[in-house]
């Protein structure tokens, strides 16, 4: 997509297009059957974001088969199929290889009406913003490969990352939503600019409405943080208006692992949109450009 969206798009005429995605990433948690429901629950929602249905998926993982039992990366493979199972995903085939260190991930490709499709660049000003995950993952992953995270919050995390973003992703066309993406790597702010560079507009969120994970902010405060995150802070603290502190502004840019959809959508049907795909109103696009965090 020319505006840098979260997929590829094909017409395939009749109305219909293809959208496909790929994602590969390295494990954030120790359980191999975890991390492989997560890769699939990730790469699943680039699909879900643009409206789309996932159809199918090819499956890939690199090993280091001198190193790691092949037992375990089984455990990886059953996570990943159990997780597309239940999004209605036919997983056709895949491709493995021998690595230095284990990666794992799917392509994905999902089917959609070209008048149910929904970009980065749609959004107007005076649309709402709904984003239907809590922050802070990157902080708790990040933790997890210390061994420093609570067991109960790495149980939160994981929930998190494994929920699919199915019903958000249904439900945008249906409830006016104009721009969606989901919210990973780049963090919230991040994609947040994605979306407004597209849809040329600016943007203002609203800190205190922002759902962050539980704990995560104390992880923060224990110096816990993610390079990601920090690649992030660097390429969007000049580009983003603020008085709120700096663990504030972390949070808004902390990368995420399967986070949720972040939707523009008309103020009078937010509230539809959020009873029956969840999520939360944390700020507004604006006709004046730039990003604030209020």
């Known amino acids: 997509m020319a505006t840098g969206d979260d997929a590829g798009v094909y017409a395939l005429g009749n109305g219909r297009a293809l959208v496909q995605t790929v994602d590969i990433f390295t494990p954030v948690v120790d359980s191999p059957s975890d991390w492989g429901r997560i890769a699939a629950a990730n790469a699943l929602s680039d699909v879900?974001?643009?409206?789309?249905?996932?159809?199918t998926a090819l499956q890939y993982i690199g090993w280091p088969r001198d190193e790691l039992p092949l037992d375990l990366a089984g455990e990886?493979?059953?996570g990943g199929m159990?997780?597309?199972?239940?999004?209605?995903?036919t997983v056709v085939g895949g491709h493995s290889i021998d690595s230095p260190e284990p990666t794992f991930g799917y392509a994905v490709t999902g089917l959609v009406a070209l008048d149910r499709l929904v970009t980065n660049g749609g959004g107007r000003a005076g649309d709402v913003l709904v984003l239907t995950k809590p922050l802070g993952i990157g902080v708790v992953t990040t933790a997890i490969k210390r061994g420093r995270c609570p067991a109960d919050l790495e149980r939160r995390a994981i929930e998190?990352?494994?929920?699919?973003?199915?019903?958000a992703g249904e439900n945008l066309k249906p409830h006016g939503a104009q721009a969606a993406t989901d919210v990973t790597g780049f963090g919230l702010l991040g994609h947040l600019r994605e979306m407004c560079d597209a849809s040329s507009v600016g943007?203002?969120?609203?800190f205190d409405r922002v759902p962050v994970l539980e704990?995560?902010?104390?992880?923060?405060?224990?110096?816990?943080?993610?390079?990601g995150s920090q690649r992030n802070l660097e390429s969007l603290r000049p580009e983003v208006a603020t008085e709120r502190a700096d663990a504030d502004l972390k949070i808004a840019v902390d990368a995420q692992t399967s986070g949720g959809l972040l939707v523009a959508i008309p103020e009078g049907r937010a509230a539809?949109?959020?009873?029956?795909?969840?999520?939360?109103?944390?700020?507004?696009?604006?006709?004046?450009?730039?990003?604030?965090?209020?």
């Open 76 to 78: 990886v493979i059953r």
């Open 82 to 89: 159990d997780l597309m199972a239940e999004a209605g995903c």
């Open 215 to 227: 704990g995560a902010e104390e992880l923060l405060s224990q110096g816990i943080w993610p390079g």
């Open 203 to 206: 943007a203002v969120v609203e």
């Open 272 to 294: 539809g949109f959020v009873e029956v795909a969840g999520g939360t109103v944390i700020g507004r696009l604006t006709s004046e450009k730039g990003l604030r965090l209020a």
């Open 48 to 55: 879900y974001a643009m409206g789309a249905e996932p159809l």
């Open 160 to 167: 998190l990352m494994t929920t699919l973003n199915r019903s």
